[in-house]
């Protein structure tokens, strides 16, 4: 089973080098067979800032057993709407980050892609998904990814991530376990093979 994982790799492989991989806000990173750092072993990342000053993002399939009412206390208003708490990257994990689509402008918040922004004031976040009829999304994380200057286009050119369009509906997807399988059946061919590796490989 390990050669035939190869074998696909190899073919992956091929076809990335054949297309340009551009990187922006509002894209997901989906990390590849060749990404072994627990870290971001088959997750996938939705970029909220790129530049020249480095990179940003949050691993959008890993949900804990934590709930919102155990790290969020006093946030009253966002306990039934948030749910679990999910780990959104290594970096600054005592820091809470929400990302949300309200379908409405939200003060200090930051646009990433189709309405779902992150961050802005807690306190009118609160207020408006206390009153939510029930369209509004949200979901807080613990942490974020980050990448310094040129580490993100490094890890690229060495074929760790795969750069596609973020969709909501996984981002705000019920079982984040299978989000990252998802999007690599979807483009077809080896890939759909790739999307039935276990998380360790060895279990094969």
Same mark, same amino acid.
């Given at each position: 089973?390990?050669?035939?994982?190869?074998?696909?790799?190899?073919?992956?492989?091929?076809?990335?080098?054949?297309?340009?991989?551009?990187?922006?806000?509002?894209?997901?990173?989906?990390?590849?067979?060749?990404?072994t750092?627990?870290?971001?072993?088959?997750?996938?990342?939705?970029?909220?800032?790129h530049?020249?000053?480095?990179?940003?993002?949050?691993?959008?399939?890993r $949900?804990?057993?934590?709930?919102i009412?155990?790290? *969020?206390?006093?946030a009253?208003g966002?306990?039934?709407?948030?749910?679990?708490?999910y780990?959104?990257? /290594?970096?600054?994990?005592?820091?809470? *980050?929400?990302?949300?689509?309200l379908?409405?402008?939200?003060?200090?918040? $930051?646009?990433?892609?189709?309405?779902?922004?992150?961050?802005?004031?807690?306190?009118?976040?609160?207020?408006?998904?206390?009153?939510?009829k029930?369209?509004?999304?949200?979901?807080?994380?613990?942490?974020?990814?980050g990448w310094a200057p040129?580490q993100?286009?490094?890890?690229?050119?060495?074929?760790?991530?795969?750069?596609?369009?973020?969709?909501?509906?996984?981002?705000?997807?019920r079982? /984040?376990?299978?989000?990252?399988?998802?999007?690599?059946?979807?483009?077809?061919?080896?890939?759909?093979?790739?999307?039935t590796m276990?998380?360790?490989?060895?279990?094969?």
């Amino acid at each position: 089973m390990k050669l035939k994982w190869a074998t696909v790799w190899s073919i992956l492989k091929r076809m990335e080098r054949e297309k340009p991989q551009k990187v922006e806000r509002g894209m997901f990173l989906v990390a590849t067979p060749q990404l072994t750092d627990p870290n971001f072993r088959q997750t996938v990342v939705l970029v909220c800032e790129h530049g020249s000053g480095g990179s940003l993002g949050l691993v959008i399939n890993r $949900r804990t057993d934590q709930h919102i009412t155990e790290v *969020l206390p006093q946030a009253t208003g966002l306990h039934e709407k948030a749910g679990f708490v999910y780990v959104g990257g /290594p970096v600054q994990k005592g820091s809470l *980050l929400v990302l949300h689509r309200l379908g409405r402008e939200v003060p200090e918040s $930051r646009t990433i892609f189709d309405g779902v922004c992150l961050g802005g004031e807690l306190g009118f976040l609160e207020e408006e998904f206390t009153q939510d009829k029930g369209d509004g999304l949200v979901r807080v994380y613990m942490g974020y990814a980050g990448w310094a200057p040129g580490q993100l286009q490094f890890e690229l050119a060495n074929g760790s991530w795969l750069v596609r369009p973020a969709q909501m509906k996984m981002v705000f997807a019920r079982n /984040p376990l299978q989000v990252w399988p998802t999007i690599l059946r979807a483009q077809g061919g080896a890939y759909a093979l790739y999307a039935t590796m276990p998380p360790d490989p060895s279990m094969n």
